[in-house]
């Protein structure tokens, strides 16, 4: 599988929009991108997942521009309670293999 | 919103004891999964299992671990055998047909001493 690099760590204000940018330059064509988040004590949770272009639910955007080497997980507004660690994933299409968790990035929101 | 629901939250094990790790995959997902967490490092995978067995298993799931699917609905991780570095966080995940993705438990705590 691809191999993932992000930001170690990112610190934000509430209320503003945050970018974490992933870049996965060995992407393979039946791979997808993934994010998943982890606060302190808890297992990750998944956010978002993406093959190409946009793609957009109630709590991200995910863009892949078209060379797929790359992926920016957007959060619109951030509140204290988006302190957590964002992973970037790729993931084969079935889906199903093991997910490998790389050291994600920890992201700080400061009132 | 369905759970997957581990038992239990925090457990306490001498070494060479053995230990039992239980979770409740979503009742319609059909992969399961165990990954661990210890403190301060990445998230590991375990093993998964699909049609009452395993389907893949990381080189850190040896003879010391065994997974089982006793009843239909609880999903199982045995560690015979304890030892310090076993202390982490284990998750348990399932996962249904559909291309999404995975659906962790909350996790047990499990420290050997």
């Known amino acids: 599988l691809a191999k993932t690099t992000q930001p170690i760590s990112m610190d934000s204000y509430e209320g503003q929009e945050v970018n974490i940018t992933c870049s996965h330059n060995?992407?393979?064509?039946?791979?997808?991108i993934t994010w998943y988040q982890q606060f302190p004590s808890q297992g990750p949770r998944f956010i978002i997942q993406?093959?190409?272009t946009k793609v957009t639910n109630e709590v991200a955007s995910l863009f892949i521009p078209a060379d797929r080497k790359s992926s920016t997980l957007s959060l619109p507004r951030v509140s204290l309670s988006d302190t957590a660690v964002y992973y970037c994933l790729v993931v084969i299409d079935t889906g199903r293999r093991a997910l490998t968790f790389g050291s994600g990035t920890r992201l700080q929101v400061q009132p | 919103e369905p759970e997957v629901t581990q038992t239990p939250s925090h457990q306490v094990t001498q070494m060479g004891q053995e230990v039992i790790l239980r979770c409740v995959p979503i009742s319609n997902h059909l992969y399961f999964y165990w990954y661990r967490q210890i403190l301060g490092q990445k998230v590991e995978f375990l093993v998964s299992f699909y049609n009452n067995e395993i389907s893949e298993k990381s080189e850190i799931f040896d003879d010391q671990f065994s997974v089982e699917r006793p009843d239909g609905s609880n999903f199982t991780l045995k560690i015979r055998s304890t030892k310090l570095e076993d202390s982490a966080m284990y998750f348990c995940?399932?996962?249904?047909?559909?291309?999404?993705?995975?659906?962790f438990g909350s996790g047990t705590r499990l420290t050997v001493v």
């Open positions: 993406g093959y190409k």
């Open positions: 060995n992407i393979a064509t039946n791979d997808y």
């Open positions: 995940a399932s996962l249904d047909r559909a291309l999404y993705g995975y659906t």
